[in-house]
């Protein structure tokens, strides 16, 4: 089979190994779509901090179960798929409480153990999310970043009649500000410097926008919102100027969550945090219900993915997905390589 290897910083090699065979509750896949994400961004950039070289990567995808292993049940050959990218200790505490999430010996397949491109692949039958028989094979691989908003809205509490900042139009902050209006946030304003998406934010029903180059947050907030303000701000974006401005702009008593990944440690204003009693929160990732609900959002259309593609690349053709991200940036949501 096909395997694509990321030797180092902005190398990718393609070789021919052999095809994994499944062991015992183990099941078989022939990867059919891979989106490239941020983080897989950051190791070609040779930037991200919790990688070694050589590397496969691929966490975001969606296949076809070839072959099951010994002990599999539920699921079948022909089956679609997509699956949870963690490998967790299963005893530490935060495991033991069921945040398998914040595993103190968290890896994560396609940056500290072999993700998936390449032409089959192999995974644990309970990591499975079974998908609908419609759906495109787009639709399951955008299944992870739609967990990641799902899990985020989770950690707010209740937005019904809420208003919501989200700093970030990339992937991640679309479907997280997708995510609050499906929870009945009265009304979200989304953020970025990049009008292409904004523009994307705009088609899938996000009509709330400011482009902080041109209009800066605390008037953009008055005009969407009016004396009322906002009481939610979700940092996406993992810029220190969003982060600052969320915490100063906020209505006292509100809620900041953090999920953007910061190159640098940003420094906080903790006197606002403390004297208008904000809630600051973290999110990472996601759990199994997560990817649940992400599927039942995309099945029933409360989350639009479709807009969100930019461009394909052939499997071939990986590492000029990366350089197209390079030079495309600021006009590009989600890339992805089709496998087979």
């Known amino acids: ?101 914040v595993c103190e010996a968290l890896k994560v397949r396609g940056f500290q153990a072999p993700g998936c491109a390449q032409d089959f692949f192999v995974t644990e039958a309970d990591k499975l999310i079974k998908l609908p ?6 639709q399951g691989a955008f299944v992870e970043p739609v967990a990641v908003a799902a899990h985020v809205t989770g950690r707010i509490g209740d937005l019904k009649g809420r208003n919501v900042v989200v700093s970030g139009a990339g992937t991640i902050g679309n479907f997280v500000a997708q995510a609050c209006m499906s929870h009945g946030a009265a009304r979200v304003l989304i953020t970025d410097i990049s009008a292409y998406r904004l523009d994307i934010a705009r088609q899938v029903g ?34 220190e100027a969003s982060l600052a401005s969320l915490v100063k702009g906020i209505g006292k008593g509100g809620t900041v969550l953090i999920v953007g990944v910061y190159g640098a440690k940003p420094p906080v204003d ?58 495309q940036g600021d006009k590009t949501m989600k890339v992805m390589v089709d496998v087979n």
């Open 206 to 239: 996000l009509p709330a926008v400011c482009n902080v180059t041109e209009t800066n947050l605390k008037e953009s907030v008055e005009r969407e919102f009016g004396e009322n303000g906002f009481d939610v701000g979700i940092e996406v974006a993992g810029v």
């Open 133 to 138: 028989f419609d759906f495109t094979f787009e």
């Open 1 to 101: 089979m096909r395997q694509a290897v990321m030797m180092s910083a902005g190398r990718i090699a393609l070789r021919e190994t052999a095809a994994p065979v499944p062991g015992r509750g183990q099941v078989l896949i022939r990867i059919k779509r891979i989106g490239v994400c941020g983080s897989d961004v950051h190791v070609w950039h040779g930037k991200h901090p919790f990688v070694s070289y050589p590397l496969v990567q691929g966490h975001e995808y969606a296949g076809v179960i070839e072959g099951c292993g010994e002990g599999v049940t539920g699921v079948a050959c022909g089956d679609k798929v997509t699956a949870t990218p963690q490998e967790v200790c299963g005893v530490c505490p935060p495991c033991r409480r069921g945040q398998y999430n």
């Open 270 to 327: 903790m006197s606002l945090v403390c004297e208008h009693e904000l809630t600051m929160k973290g999110s990472m990732m996601y759990r199994h219900e997560d990817w649940e609900q992400a599927v039942r959002w995309i099945e029933s259309g409360v989350v639009r993915t479709g807009p969100l593609i930019t461009r394909h690349f052939a499997f071939e053709e990986y590492a000029e997905a990366y350089r197209f991200i390079d030079t």
